[in-house]
């Protein structure tokens, strides 16, 4: 088949007046959608409008459009199903996408609205009273002994392992070989220096990572990539895959061509090679079975670490965290559908999972029902997109949030989605070295730590508003949160009333 019948999805236009031919655009172009043939000329069909000419053009002289198609309109048959339509045609594969799903589903989070202290419960003022923002990741006792010993109270409960977050926000699960090494240092840095936690995701620890061991949670995933003693001994905590929000029931694949000297290494795996994470783990098909995981790798770092699971939001979560808790899990990781990842067939991306807010109220109210909330700490993942999220999260019943997408934006990422080819003109999603050095893992970090910082200080306000001085108190509290525009089944899922009531 020699002709597409797939119009470019963008119109790259170039101010030929104003262009002065620095060709600095060609170069800042990862996919090749710009060349010199005595001026700029740009092929449109390769522009995904990831904005770097855009933004790196001195003279301002190149824009960048939504191509208006010429695609009769129609409800129904929108020009992105013509589209994919047109492209299996084509090619008779499954069409791969990048980042989370971006369908128009009712985002629940947009429908709750958090209540605010006026004359019979007073605020405060933030800027003036200290807020608690401090969080433990860990399992907690059912009750605590105190024993007096020499005229001093002391402790006699012995704890599970803890870590302390001075954020509940953590950065999500991102491997190495799906985003560049110095995405992951800026990230590992941002962590470390903001007092939380970044995951490496299924991909390995790179060694130049270790100097961070205290803020990062290693991943034991369907592949074990990267999975050796020295790598659980690095981790402040572990967390067994066994799902991913952007596309749970399946497994993962990075490319063999993503897969250079140091992918390998890091992961354990020949040069080249396609990395397979299959489906399911190979020796987990009960509770019993991950019992038996969990308890092994805490046997491997000594009882020293907390070891958790992650899990896709499907709709029998609950079940299912009740019997991950039961296992022995010292946290349980909840990752919604419209979570990111590196790459995904579109049509899991778009159509299988349930939003992370009713995974969240549900899981939470059967732990509660079960009395075994305080087994583990839950961390809440999924298209977090700014504070106010996190904050309603929270009062739905999460422990932590994990953000991916927003931390990556953060770095630079335009949401162009088309991390699985590798040619991320931001130097995040590529292992190109020429595209990958162009991303500063200084600059980065300082404006992943500015990310944090801002969103916690939003956390305080919010706190304030709420008459409460600390994110302890708001943990789980849904008679702080109102629906707007729910139906009765939705709010009963979720736990909230109506506003005015």
């Not at 491997?175 to 970044?198: N, Y």
């Not at 489906?279 to 987990?284: E, V």
């Not at 109220?361 to 999924?382: F, P, T, Y």
Request: charged share 20%; proline share 5%.
């Amino acid at each position: 088949m020699t002709r597409t019948l797939i119009p470019p999805e963008f119109l790259v236009k170039i101010d030929h007046v104003r262009c002065r031919r620095c060709k600095r655009c060609i170069l800042n172009c990862g996919f090749g959608a710009l060349s010199f043939q005595d001026r700029i000329v740009a092929d449109s069909s390769r522009c995904v409008a990831c904005h770097r000419c855009v933004t790196f053009c001195p003279e301002g002289a190149i824009s960048v459009e939504r191509n208006p198609l010429c695609f009769k309109p129609n409800a129904h048959w929108t020009p992105e199903v013509i589209k994919a339509i047109y492209k299996q045609a084509e090619t008779g594969g499954v069409l791969l996408t990048g980042m989370g799903n971006d369908r128009p589903y009712i985002n629940y989070f947009d429908h709750l609205l958090l209540d605010a202290c006026q004359v019979t419960n007073p605020s405060i003022d933030p800027l003036r009273e200290p807020m608690e923002l401090r969080t433990y990741l860990g399992s907690k006792p059912n009750s605590v002994q105190v024993e007096t010993r020499d005229g001093e109270h002391v402790l006699a409960t012995r704890l599970s392992p803890q870590i302390t977050l001075e954020t509940p926000i953590i950065f999500a699960g991102m491997s190495f070989g799906s985003i560049s090494l110095p995405a992951h240092k800026a990230l590992a840095r941002a962590a470390h220096l903001s007092g939380t936690l970044m995951n490496t995701g299924e991909g390995g620890l790179h060694r130049e990572l270790y100097p961070y061991s205290s803020s990062i949670i290693v991943q034991v995933a369907s592949g074990r990539f990267g999975v050796n003693q020295e790598y659980l001994d690095r981790a402040a905590a572990i967390e067994i895959k066994i799902g991913q929000g952007a596309k749970p029931g399946i497994g993962g694949h990075l490319p063999g061509e993503k897969v250079n000297q140091e992918v390998s290494q890091t992961r354990m795996i020949p040069e080249g090679t396609d990395a397979l994470s299959p489906a399911p783990h190979h020796d987990i098909y009960s509770i019993e079975d991950l019992s038996q995981l969990i308890y092994a790798l805490k046997e491997a770092t000594r009882y020293t670490k907390p070891v958790g699971v992650k899990i896709s939001a499907v709709h029998n979560a609950a079940a299912i965290a009740s019997g991950i808790a039961r296992a022995g899990a010292d946290f349980i990781y909840i990752d919604g559908f419209r979570g990111g990842t590196g790459a995904a067939p579109t049509i899991i991306r778009d159509h299988v999972g349930i939003p992370i807010e009713m995974a969240i109220a549900a899981v939470d109210d059967r732990l509660r029902q079960e009395g075994i909330r305080n087994q583990v700490s839950l961390i809440a993942a999924g298209g977090f997109r700014h504070s106010g999220d996190v904050a309603k999260a929270i009062a739905l019943g999460a422990d932590i949030v994990a953000i991916g997408t927003a931390a990556l934006v953060a770095m630079g990422c335009r949401v162009c989605q088309k991390c699985y080819t590798g040619n991320c003109s931001w130097g995040i999603a590529t292992q190109r070295p020429e595209l990958v050095q162009r991303l500063d893992p200084e600059e980065a970090t300082e404006r992943l730590v500015n990310l944090l910082r801002g969103w916690s200080l939003e956390l305080k306000e919010i706190l304030g508003a709420l008459g409460v001085n600390a994110v302890e108190s708001l943990r789980g509290s849904r008679e702080r949160l109102r629906g707007i525009g729910l139906n009765q089944v939705e709010l009963e899922i979720l736990g909230v009333k109506p506003a005015g009531r």
